[in-house]
């Protein structure tokens, strides 16, 4: 049971005034309706006094085991509440974006149609409960062949001051996130990137030094779709895992960050401006190019021991395009993520298998690992196939 104030629904607002100035409002708990008409109970915290301040005192204190207030991080609805009233907050309650990703010193929400009219107050609160926040974007969604999120920025720290209007042109959103002890190089609103990949990056890392067991030697490694290079900074910070490298992305703004960061995670100098693919150093083909093509050259067939596959709306369709730049004589694997309605789970692995008959002796048949939901009907999914091509 934990204590709570009483107060007719009008006095709501002017008892959260008092009861935040003091510090007794009960943030874990939340505002609750009283068996009393329009009555409201308001959560007290275990350091509020026995007798109220005589602006509270006529309100009678109930005993109530209340509701916990679990759906909501509080700290930035406490600067929202000083910026929209109670009865407001109430009726937008199930909407507002208690998630957020940080990206470097950009926090990333998602504001749904319906508060929209909320956006720059929600800029406020958020950017006031995180201090170390310079800019936050609002996310549009994924757009395009390059997968650019649409960021729209709606609130700028610049010293003191908290800016909400004309944004668009002067903010500058390229960023260091650090990840796994390295620094990548991105701007999420010139090319992809996305900082809830990290743990399939560490899953990708952890297959590639299985592959090293199994091969006995440093591997190739062909990542087709890189984007600014995320996959690849775990597998180059591994000692003498990764021989040759082929990273390519059909995104010029991506490879220009990839060059930035592969100057840093590979020790040696990159160009500063994407021409087409090409042979950097004699162990690593970098550059701007069209992956469906390069199975073209003759040169880059049959070489690369894991192929790195993160396109996960055209995976299937691509996939073909790619196996002929596996090695033939020795076990590879594939590493992809795909976008899948629920219902075709099955058909889509039974497809996969089709594609990728030849799987290595002693291993499971590659099959979709359910990642998270993609919308309501659509399972983001990853999958890895350990294949031996020779032996069709
Ligand atoms: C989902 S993003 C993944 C990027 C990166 N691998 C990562 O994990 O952050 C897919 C990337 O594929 C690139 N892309 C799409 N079609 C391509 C193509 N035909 N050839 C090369 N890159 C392509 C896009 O520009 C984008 O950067």
């Keep these: 049971m934990m204590r709570h104030i009483r107060v007719p629904t009008k006095s709501v607002e002017s008892t959260l005034?008092?009861?935040?100035?003091?510090?007794?409002?009960?943030?874990?708990?939340r505002i609750i309706s009283s068996e009393a008409e329009n009555f409201r109970l308001i959560p007290l915290d275990s350091n509020a006094p026995i007798h109220l301040p005589p602006e509270l005192s006529s309100f009678e204190i109930i005993e109530d085991e209340g509701l916990l207030e679990n759906r909501m991080n509080t700290d930035w609805l406490d600067y929202l509440l000083e910026q929209i009233n109670e009865s407001e907050f109430e009726e937008y309650r199930d909407y507002w974006p208690n998630s957020h990703?940080?990206?470097?010193?950009?926090?990333v929400v998602r504001i749904d149609e319906a508060i929209s009219k909320f956006t720059e107050k929600i800029a406020i609160a958020k950017l006031k409960s995180h201090q170390h926040i310079r800019l936050i974007l609002n996310d549009n969604g994924v757009k395009?062949?390059?997968?650019?999120?649409?960021?729209?920025?709606?609130?700028?720290?610049?010293?003191?001051?908290?800016?909400?209007?004309?944004?668009e042109s002067k903010i500058?959103?390229?960023?260091?996130v650090k990840e796994s002890g390295q620094e990548i190089i991105c701007d999420p609103t010139k090319a992809y990137f996305s900082t809830k990949l990290q743990t399939e990056r560490l899953e990708t890392l952890s297959l590639a030094k299985e592959l090293k067991i199994i091969l006995k030697r440093p591997i190739s490694i062909c990542d087709p779709f890189c984007g600014v290079g995320p996959a690849l900074a775990p597998l180059l910070r591994e000692e003498n895992l990764v021989d040759s490298l082929l990273a390519c992305d059909f995104n010029p703004n991506a490879v220009n960050f990839l060059f930035e960061n592969l100057t840093k995670w590979d020790k040696r100098k990159y160009p500063n401006f994407p021409k087409g693919i090409s042979k950097v150093y004699q162990d690593r083909i970098i550059g701007h190019a069209?992956?469906?093509?390069?199975?073209?050259?003759?040169?880059?067939?049959?070489?690369?021991?894991?192929?790195?596959?993160?396109?996960?709306?055209?995976?299937l369709e691509f996939l073909p395009k790619l196996t002929p730049l596996l090695r033939k004589d020795s076990?590879?694997?594939?590493?992809?993520?795909?976008?899948?309605?629920?219902?075709?789970?099955?058909?889509?692995?039974k497809r996969l298998n089709k594609i990728l008959p030849n799987k290595l002796y002693g291993f499971d048949k590659p099959s979709l690992k359910v990642k998270r939901d993609y919308?309501?009907?659509?399972?983001?999914?990853?999958?890895?196939?350990?294949?031996?091509?020779s032996n069709q």
Aim: overall charge positive; some cysteine.
């Design 101 to 107: 990703e940080f990206i470097g010193d950009m926090m």
């Design 17 to 29: 005034e008092i009861l935040k100035k003091f510090g007794w409002l009960n943030r874990r708990m």
């Design 375 to 389: 919308s309501s009907s659509l399972r983001l999914c990853s999958f890895h196939a350990w294949l031996k091509i």
């Design 290 to 315: 069209d992956a469906t093509k390069l199975a073209q050259d003759p040169e880059l067939l049959g070489i690369w021991d894991l192929l790195i596959l993160n396109i996960p709306h055209r995976a």
């Design 172 to 176: 500058n959103t390229k960023v260091i």
């Design 331 to 349: 076990p590879t694997l594939i590493r992809g993520r795909i976008i899948v309605p629920e219902s075709e789970i099955l058909s889509t692995n």
């Design 144 to 167: 395009g062949e390059y997968r650019i999120r649409d960021l729209a920025p709606i609130g700028h720290r610049k010293g003191k001051n908290i800016h909400t209007k004309n944004l």
